[in-house]
Nanobody, 114 residues
Framework: QVQLVESGGGLVQAGESLRLSCAAS????????MGWYRQAPGNERELVAD???????TYADSVTGRFTISRDNAKNTIYLQMNSLKPEDTAVYYC????????WGQGTQVTVSS
């Protein structure tokens, strides 16, 4: 089993920044890619960014150039630096980790006011 704990969400104004963190514990040796997803009310959960164990990254078009995902394998933690936030970034953000199955964190709310 893998446990994921997110932190760093909150309420900000448009144009401001937030940094999310996700710490993994448990059977972490089996973790491959990790990532961030988000889900806004009435919408499906969507990929924001992910990062492989080797550091290769993927971003959604909507966040490219504004968000940066990073990974500290020594701390078993990933981060999502979110700059130039927009109201449409408002959502619950979920951390994800892949082993032979997918694991999810409990989610952290990000609200961007205009």
């Amino acid at each position: 089993q893998v446990q994921l704990v997110e932190s760093g969400g909150g309420l900000v104004q448009a144009g401001e920044s937030l940094r999310l963190s996700c710490a993994a514990s448990g059977r972490i040796l089996n973790i491959g890619a990790m990532g961030w997803y988000r889900q806004a009310p009435g919408n499906e959960r969507e990929l924001v960014a992910d990062i492989t164990s080797g550091g290769r990254t993927t971003y959604a078009d909507s966040v490219t150039g504004r968000f940066t995902i990073s990974r500290d394998n020594a701390k078993n933690t990933i981060y999502l630096q979110m700059n130039s936030l927009k109201p449409e970034d408002t959502a619950v953000y979920y951390c994800n980790a892949e082993t032979w199955r997918q694991y999810w964190g409990q989610g952290t709310q990000v609200t961007v006011s205009s």
